[in-house]
C-alpha cells in the first residue's frame, strides 16, 4: 500500500502543482489582455472604431476572452490547493 500511497501522492502533488501554474498563466494572460485592451480600444481612436465599427467587435471579443480567463483563476487556484494538500497527505502517509 505503501507504493500506491506514494505514487499517488506525487501524482497529485505534480497535477496539483500544473493547476497552480496554469493559474499564474491565466493571470498573465488577463494582465495582457487588459494591456492590449487599454492600448488598442480605451483609447480615443480605439472608440471611434468601436462606434464606427473598424474594429469588427474585436474589443468585444477581447473583453469576453478576458472575462472567461479571469473566470477560470479562481477554480485553478482551488483544485491545485486541494490536490497538494492531498497528495502532501498521501506522500506523508505513506
Not at 474585436?58 to 497528495?87: F, N
Amino acid at each position: 500500500m505503501s507504493k500506491a500511497g506514494t505514487f499517488g501522492g506525487t501524482l497529485s502533488l505534480v497535477i496539483g502543482a500544473l493547476f497552480i501554474i496554469g493559474w499564474i498563466g491565466a493571470g498573465m494572460i488577463v494582465d495582457y489582455i487588459d494591456n492590449e485592451l487599454e492600448e488598442n480600444c480605451d483609447s480615443t481612436t480605439g472608440q471611434i472604431g468601436q462606434i464606427t465599427g473598424w474594429d469588427d467587435g474585436q474589443c468585444q471579443d477581447g473583453r469576453e476572452t478576458r472575462d472567461l480567463v479571469s473566470s477560470l483563476q479562481m477554480p485553478l487556484l482551488g483544485i491545485g490547493a486541494i490536490l497538494v494538500v492531498i497528495g502532501g497527505v498521501l506522500f506523508v502517509r505513506s
